[in-house]
């Protein structure tokens, strides 16, 4: 398949002008691909260049692009850190969102592939993530000037060489990379996952690798980059690694299905839910909406199952909750109130019937969901209030308050 590339210009958190580059199949995109460079790299070093070539031959477009104070991109490099890249590619996928459709699979190489783990939470549309070379905690990259450390901790700066290139790094940086606790945004991601590390690798560890594995949830896959350097300079391994990304990526990105679920199994009619195991774990089952949408359901791991989805009363409470702030959204445009948000937090408990002054039945247990409602917009405390009660009137509330019959039947 023919490709073609664009350059590419849009801002940063920070209004910086940042410099990409967008490499394009012929034809419609069956997904696109956001890419995240290394530490002091730039979008057009090899690994980058030539992995997005191979990507574009199966359909899939690639964004990359300059992190602020890089390459083509205006900023201070000294005035960047960890976060500010994550931000950098947080902005990226919002402009395939709004010219072009979000990302649904983040690559990065490096400190690249430590910042989509941290920043994947964060781009919803994206089921597939995949690193390469990637340290497991990002505080590793500050061996590469452990020489000057005294200095910029004595300074609060220091002038150091990377790749043969003179940069300035500012002890804000040493801080942001130590106080990042990555293994929490892996294991929170709830994003397919795919490895690929070299066991020769001399640069970032292949232990790294491992350590990520370990803290994500599946579904999660490794992939050993046999006698490949760091950088991928040999042309044979970027494209080995374009091959398997696409391979990998289509069994999410093709399903039609919603996080990363692949409909394997029977789907639901219009009108219909149908659960079904999916026999990875004990608990784990595929829900299958209406033909239009799926995902995983599971209990968590110290109840013995695999965490791979919410939990039976985590959607009871997700079905509630969504139900209440439609319900309010909808009264405040009928009565024109300047509402910009509807937030509910639910939470869900047995308590003692003793302790329930409202309920009927004072004997046993009984079950009790917290609703909390925040309405937030520019409105006096009575029209505050009328919203927040009409949430009461949502028909799922009115459901689980009525007496509910269940016929279970064979098929």
Not at 261 to 269: I, L, M, Y
Request: glycine fraction near 8%.
């Amino acid at each position: 398949m023919a490709s073609r590339s664009e350059k590419i210009f849009f801002a940063s958190a920070d209004g910086h002008e940042l410099a990409g580059r967008l490499d394009l199949p012929d034809g419609k995109p069956e997904a696109f691909a956001l890419w995240a460079h290394c530490f002091s790299c730039t979008k057009d070093v090899f690994a980058a260049s030539r992995v997005a070539k191979g990507l574009t031959t199966k359909g899939i477009a690639v964004l990359r692009f300059d992190f602020t104070g890089l390459g083509a991109s205006e900023g201070d490099f000294a005035n960047t850190n960890f976060t500010s890249n994550g931000d950098d590619l947080v902005a990226a996928a919002d402009y395939l969102r709004e010219n072009y459709e979000a990302p649904k699979i983040l690559i990065g190489h490096s400190l690249g592939g430590s910042a989509v783990l941290a920043i994947a939470a964060r781009v919803p549309e994206a089921v597939a993530v995949c690193t390469i070379g990637a340290p497991a905690d990002p505080a590793h990259v500050a061996h590469h000037f452990e020489d000057a450390r005294s200095e910029i901790e004595e300074k609060g700066e220091a002038e150091v060489f990377l790749v043969g290139r003179p940069f300035r790094i500012k002890k804000q940086f040493l801080e942001d990379i130590e106080s990042q606790k990555l293994e929490q945004d892996i294991a929170g991601m709830r994003k397919a996952l795919l490895i690929f590390h070299s066991p020769i690798d001399d640069v970032v560890s292949i232990d790294n690798a491992a350590n990520i594995f370990q803290a994500a949830k599946h579904p999660k896959s490794f992939v050993s980059l046999d006698m490949a350097d760091h950088m991928l300079s040999r042309k044979e391994d970027a494209a080995y690694v374009a091959e398997v990304i696409a391979a990998w990526a289509a069994r999410y990105v093709d399903s039609g299905a919603d996080a990363g679920v692949t409909v394997s199994g029977p789907v639901a009619e219009p009108g219909t839910v149908m659960v079904a195991e999916t026999g990875q774990g004990k608990f784990a089952n595929q829900v299958s909406i209406g033909g239009r949408h799926a995902f995983l359901a599971d209990e968590p791991l110290d109840y013995g199952g695999n965490d791979t989805g919410p939990t039976p009363y985590d959607l009871l409470l997700a079905s509630l909750g969504a139900c209440k702030t439609m319900t309010m959204r909808m009264y405040a445009e009928r009565k024109g109130f300047a509402m910009d948000q509807a937030r509910v937090t639910l939470r869900h408990k047995k308590i003692h019937a003793d302790d329930c002054e409202a309920c009927e039945n004072n004997e046993g247990y009984i079950d009790h969901i917290e609703a909390e409602i925040e309405v937030i917009g520019e409105m006096d405390e009575e029209t505050r209030q009328k919203i927040i009660k009409i949430a009461e009137k949502c028909p799922v509330h009115r459901t689980l308050n009525s007496e509910v019959v269940i016929e279970s039947r064979s098929s």
